[in-house]
């Protein structure tokens, strides 16, 4: 299956500082990537639809101004995290869909990033 | 209510067991299921993808998939303590359109 990787796995900041969080798609081209948060022991939660060439679509309750999303190519989307207080500590993940594969709406994910604030 | 609903488990079953796992949903739009499996710390992983109703096997995986009763359902034969994770049920309306998720079940396999 296609490959995703996410850059760093995990990153340890202090509270009001920026993190930036890298999605790459290694073997294939994705128009749409889509971002989720974690907490331990729950599901993913979908924060917002990154399309390339234009702005994210946020879920409802997502502040767009904290999680800054772009997507700058077809293969990397980068979610930031501005001012980040510890309650942003989460296990963020992406997820892109090959627009050329054989079954739509299929996602294939990346690692993940634990995201620690102190 | 949520959209789709999952017993979170734990399930613990003793290795070569089958595994029963299930999810029911409210929306009759949901036309495409999936199956992942996630390990702790790590992103999911596809294991089953399904397109309206009716079975599918794959290996020692089957997912079945009932529209008329907004159930799918994903069985693990001869379990093995590698299989032990958390399974999410995973689900959307149309091409290219964003998933929902269920809460995931965990899932214990005893040597």
């Known amino acids: 299956g296609a490959v995703v990787s996410q850059h760093p796995s995990w990153v340890i900041c202090k509270s009001g500082t920026s993190v930036k969080i890298e999605c790459r798609s290694l073997?294939?081209?994705?128009?749409?990537m889509f971002w989720y948060r974690q907490f331990p022991k729950q599901s993913l939660m979908l924060m917002a639809t990154?399309?390339?060439?234009?702005?994210?679509?946020?879920e409802q309750g997502v502040e767009k101004d904290k999680f800054l999303i772009n997507h700058a190519s077809l293969t990397l989307s980068t979610l930031t995290v501005t001012s980040a207080h510890p309650e942003d500590s989460s296990f963020y993940i992406c997820?892109?869909?090959?627009?050329?594969?054989?079954?739509?709406?299929?996602?294939?994910f990346g690692p993940g990033t634990r995201l620690t604030v102190l | 209510q949520k959209e789709v609903e999952q017993d979170p488990g734990p399930l613990s079953v003793p290795e070569g067991a089958i595994v029963s796992l299930n999810c029911t949903y409210s929306?009759?739009?949901?036309?495409?299921f999936m199956w992942y499996r996630q390990y702790s710390r790590k992103g999911p992983e596809l294991l089953m993808y399904?397109?309206?109703?009716g079975n599918k096997e794959d290996g020692r995986f089957t997912a079945q998939v009932d529209k008329s009763s907004k159930y799918i359902s994903l069985f693990i034969r001869d379990s093995q303590p590698s299989d032990s994770a958390t399974y999410l049920c995973?689900?959307?309306?149309?091409?290219?359109?964003?998933?929902?998720f269920g809460g995931g079940t965990r899932v214990l396999v005893k040597p």
């Open positions: 997820s892109a869909g090959d627009p050329a594969g054989a079954r739509l709406n299929e996602q294939f």
């Open positions: 073997d294939f081209q994705a128009t749409t």
């Open positions: 990154s399309n390339e060439g234009s702005k994210a679509t946020y």
């Open positions: 929306n009759s739009a949901f036309q495409y």
């Open positions: 399904t397109y309206s109703s």
């Open positions: 995973a689900m959307a309306k149309t091409a290219g359109n964003k998933l929902t």
